[in-house]
C-alpha cells in the first residue's frame, strides 16, 4: 500500500536538531546551545517590549478575523517592504507576506523550479534547504561559500535555468558574511552568464549584521532583465517572532508588469497552501513598524551588542586554546571545523556526555552562541577543546 503520489519522497524524515534539543531541555545540567533563537542573559528568549507590548492592544476579533488576502493586509507588506529594503532598492519590487522565512524560501521555489530543476546552495548550510527540494523533487547542488571561484564554477554547470540561493549576511550555521565587492563579483557572474537566473537571498538573520548588511540591495537596481531578484526575509528572528509565523518574499525585477504576474501566481500559491497568515501578527509588526519603530531599532541595537559580546568573547578563547572554527563575521552561530563526519558525530556525543548540547551540521558542529548568556560563553571554547 502507498497511497501517497506516485513521486512522493519516501525517504525517512528525521529530525536531527528537535532530538537533541529535547535532550537538552532534560537536562538540568546542560549547556543548550542547540536553539536557533536569541536568549536573554537570563537564559530566557529574548522578547523586544517595544513588539509585544503592543501586541496587548490587538483585540479578540482582530485576532480571530482572517487576513485581508492570502498575498498578506497591504498595510503590513508596505511597512515590512520598507523596513526590509529600507531606500536601497530604486528598481520596480512588489512583496507577498510568507509564513516565516521559511514561506519565503518555499514559495520561490514552488513558483521557480519544476521536478528535476536544480536549486544550488551553499554546503554547509541550514537544513532545510535540503528538505525542501527533496519535498519537491528537485535535485541539488552545493558549492562552497568562502571560495567564489567554486560557485562561479558550480554556475557554470547549469544548461539552462539558475536558482541560487546565497544566505548573506550571518550564514546559519557558519556566521559568514560576503562584502560588498564580493556581492559585485557574485553579480557581475550571474549578469554573464546570459542565463534566465534566479537568486533568492535568504536574509533571515540580516538585523544582527554589522556594517552596512544592506548595502548590496543597491546593486539590484541596474540588473538585466534575465536576472529575478528574491528576498526572503523573516520576522522570527528580527522580532523574536518566531511561533506567529510570518516573513515576507519581495521580488526586485526591470519590469513592473512581470512582477504583477509573479505576485498573481504566489497569491494562488498562498492560497493553494496556508491560505492566508495571522492577522494578529501582521496588524501588531505593521503597528511596531509605522509607529514604535524607533523604540524597537533601540531594542535592537542592544539585542546585537548583546550578541557580539559572545561571540567576540568566544572566538577570541577558541583562538587562544586552539579550538578550530570556520571563519566568522556576524550572526547567531559560530561552528567548529570537522573534516570528518564520522569523527564530528562521536565529538557531538562526547560533548552531549559531558551536558553541551550543540547541532551537528556537515563537517562542523554548530554552537549557538544565541541562546548562551556571557557567563556561560565564558571558558565554553576551552572546555570544548578539553574534550577534544
Ligand atoms: C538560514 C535560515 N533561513 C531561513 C530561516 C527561516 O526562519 P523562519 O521560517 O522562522 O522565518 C531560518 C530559520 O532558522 C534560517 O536559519
Not at 542573559?41 to 479578540?60: A, C, M, N, W
Not at 493586509?73 to 515590512?80: F, K, S, T, V
Not at 507577498?96 to 521559511?102: F, I, K, L, N, Y
Amino acid at each position: 500500500m502507498k497511497f501517497v503520489k506516485e513521486n512522493e519522497n519516501v525517504e525517512r524524515y528525521v529530525d536531527n536538531i528537535f532530538s537533541v534539543v529535547r535532550a537538552a531541555k532534560a537536562d538540568p545540567k546542560g549547556i543548550n546551545a542547540t536553539a536557533g533563537c536569541l536568549y536573554n542573559e537570563e537564559g530566557k528568549l529574548f522578547t523586544y517590549r517595544s513588539v509585544y507590548d503592543q501586541e496587548k492592544q490587538i483585540t479578540p476579533i482582530q485576532r480571530a478575523s482572517y487576513a485581508s488576502s492570502p498575498a498578506g493586509n497591504d498595510a503590513y507588506i508596505e511597512a515590512i517592504t520598507r523596513f526590509v529594503l529600507e531606500d536601497k532598492v530604486d528598481n520596480h519590487h512588489r512583496t507577498m507576506a510568507t509564513p516565516g522565512g521559511t514561506g519565503a524560501i518555499f514559495a520561490a521555489m514552488r513558483m521557480c523550479l519544476d521536478e528535476g530543476d536544480t536549486v544550488l546552495y551553499p554546503e554547509i548550510s541550514w537544513g532545510n534547504y535540503k528538505v525542501m527540494a527533496a519535498e519537491m523533487n528537485l535535485k541539488t547542488m552545493t558549492y562552497d561559500i568562502y571560495d567564489l571561484n567554486d560557485l562561479f564554477s558550480k554556475l557554470d554547470m547549469f544548461p539552462s535555468k539558475v536558482f541560487l540561493i546565497v544566505n548573506s549576511p550571518c550564514e546559519n550555521p557558519l556566521g559568514h558574511s560576503y562584502s560588498l565587492k564580493e556581492w559585485e563579483q557574485i553579480k557581475e557572474k550571474l549578469v554573464s552568464l546570459n542565463k534566465e537566473v534566479i537568486l533568492l537571498c535568504d536574509i533571515a538573520y540580516i538585523d544582527y549584521a554589522h556594517d552596512d548588511p544592506k548595502g548590496f540591495f543597491t546593486l539590484f537596481n541596474d540588473i538585466p532583465d534575465d536576472l529575478l531578484v528574491l528576498i526572503a526575509a523573516s520576522a522570527s528572528k528580527a522580532f523574536s517572532y518566531y511561533g506567529q509565523r510570518i516573513g515576507a518574499l519581495i521580488a526586485i525585477h526591470n519590469d513592473a508588469g512581470y512582477l504583477d504576474h509573479f505576485i498573481n501566481l504566489s497569491s494562488r500559491l498562498a492560497r493553494a497552501t496556508w491560505s492566508n497568515l495571522s492577522n494578529a501578527a501582521m496588524l501588531n509588526i505593521t503597528e511596531v513598524l509605522n509607529n514604535h519603530g524607533e523604540e524597537y531599532l533601540n531594542e535592537l541595537s542592544q539585542a546585537k551588542k548583546m550578541l557580539k559580546k559572545r561571540t567576540d568573547l568566544f572566538i577570541r578563547q577558541a583562538e587562544e586554546c586552539g579550538l578550530k572554527l570556520y571563519r566568522f563575521s556576524d550572526g547567531f552561530f559560530v561552528t567548529m571545523e570537522m573534516d570528518n563526519n564520522e569523527v564530528r558525530d562521536a565529538f557531538h556525543q562526547k560533548l552531549i556526555d559531558h551536558h553541551i548540547y550543540t547541532i551537528k551540521v556537515n563537517r562542523g558542529i554548530r554552537v549557538g552562541l544565541c541562546s548562551l548568556p556571557l557567563k556561560t560563553v565564558d571558558g565554553l571554547a576551552k572546555k570544548i577543546k578539553e574534550l577534544m
